[in-house]
Each structure stands twice: as structure tokens, then as C-alpha cells.
């Protein structure tokens, strides 16, 4: 049972390029959700997903998209990375109801924009 | 959304009980509750969750006094290995727009 699986672990880009970060869950939950954290501060919502199908903006959605591809799947894109989206990017997912019970997290994406 | 707001960071030692409270004013009736824990470079964990009075479970107690406008983790006997960021996190029935807080910085020393 590998719970919430990010990929990949550590990621270095150029400034414009593009990525995708990939978040897969085997806990049949409902909701998904992006985090970001900068180094020494608290989490950031980029996008959350409450059930298959739908995606909603978080706190920091800008230059950010998502895709929740399946049940399983949410996927976070930067379409042009910028140094300021330098961070450690957490997904996680929770059964839905009642909300914030056991929030599940991903170990997470290390990301340096150069 | 109910904001959160809790105390920046706390320093105790080993075998300490460690109460940290988190103010939420402006909570509503549906919202629940709950604590997390992180380590670093790892993602925050689940720690107990509550919606009134008081919740125990093996790691830790949550007290919510009546009026429901603050709660207060408590952690009995910490060691070493309770050195962590504590967040408050309070969620509403009606959405799944769950945002942490700033969290609490807990060091325990020897």
C-alpha cells in the first residue's frame, strides 16, 4: 500500500521551461490537493480537487495548472517556471468528508527554478 | 475560511507536557478541527482532529472549550523526537479548501 506517490523527487529547470509533477493515490479518495512550501515557511494551496473532474484555485494558483486525470490521478503543470516557484511541492489527498480528517501527504517534489 | 493563528514557536524539554493553542475567532458551526504534524523534508502528518470538548487519542489530547473560538494541542511527556512544526488546520463541511496556517515550531531539548 504506497499511499500518495509523487514524481519526481527532485527536478531542476531553466527558467521557461515546462514540467509536470505527477501525483498518484491508492486510497480511493475523493479529494486531492497541490501544496507548496518555501523554505522555513508554512503551506501554500495551489489547486485542490474535490472530486473526480473538478478542480478549484487554492491560495497560489497563478502559473500553475492542473489536471485531475482520474480518481487516482491530479497532476501539476508549470507552463513557464520562473525562480520564484522554487520550492518543495507536496500533493496529498483525504477521503472528502468530514474535511481535513487525515490528509495523506506525498514526500514531495524538491523543484529549483534557475 | 476561518483563520488561524498560533504562536510563532515553543521550546521545551524532554518529558515536558506541551500545550499549543491555536486562536480561530471566526469559526463556524460546521467547522472541524484538526492537527497536523510535519518533520522536516517530509509532508505533515495527521495528528488528531475535533469538533468540541476534548479528544484523546495515543499521541496527543485536543481541548475546545465551549465557544469553540480557540483549541489547544496537548502533548504529554515529549521527547527528542517531538521536535516538529505543528499546524492548526480548520475545515468546513461546506468545501475541501483546506489552508494550513503559519504552524508552530516546537524544539525540545535534552
Known amino acids: 500500500n504506497a499511499g500518495v506517490t509523487q514524481t519526481p523527487k527532485f527536478q531542476v529547470l531553466k527558467t521557461g521551461q515546462s514540467m509536470t509533477l505527477q501525483c498518484a493515490q491508492d486510497m480511493n479518495h475523493n479529494s486531492m490537493y497541490w501544496y507548496r512550501q518555501d523554505p522555513g515557511m508554512g503551506l501554500r494551496l495551489i489547486y485542490y480537487s474535490a472530486s473526480e473532474g473538478t478542480t478549484d484555485k487554492g491560495e497560489v494558483p497563478n502559473g500553475y495548472n492542473v489536471s485531475r486525470l482520474n480518481k487516482r490521478e491530479f497532476s501539476l503543470r508549470l507552463e513557464s517556471a520562473a525562480p520564484s516557484q522554487t520550492s518543495v511541492y507536496f500533493c496529498?489527498?483525504?477521503?472528502?468528508?468530514?474535511?481535513?480528517?487525515?490528509?495523506?501527504f506525498g514526500s514531495g517534489t524538491q523543484l529549483s527554478v534557475l | 475560511l476561518a483563520k488561524t493563528t498560533q504562536p510563532i514557536s515553543m521550546d521545551s524539554y524532554e518529558g515536558q507536557e506541551v500545550n499549543i493553542t491555536c486562536s480561530h475567532n471566526?469559526?463556524?458551526?460546521?467547522?472541524?478541527i484538526t492537527w497536523y504534524q510535519q518533520f522536516p523534508s517530509q509532508g505533515p502528518r495527521f495528528i488528531i482532529q475535533?469538533?468540541?470538548t476534548k479528544v484523546t487519542n495515543e499521541v496527543a489530547s485536543l481541548f475546545i472549550p465551549a465557544d469553540r473560538k480557540s483549541s489547544t494541542l496537548s502533548l504529554p511527556r515529549v521527547s527528542l523526537s517531538d521536535t516538529a512544526v505543528y499546524y492548526c488546520?480548520?475545515?468546513?463541511?461546506?468545501?475541501?479548501?483546506?489552508?494550513f496556517g503559519t504552524g508552530t515550531r516546537l524544539q525540545v531539548f535534552p
Open positions: 475535533g469538533y468540541k
Open positions: 496529498a489527498s483525504a477521503p472528502g468528508d468530514p474535511p481535513g480528517e487525515k490528509l495523506f
Open positions: 488546520l480548520v475545515a468546513t463541511h461546506n468545501t475541501d479548501k483546506l489552508i
Open positions: 471566526n469559526i463556524a458551526t460546521n467547522d472541524y
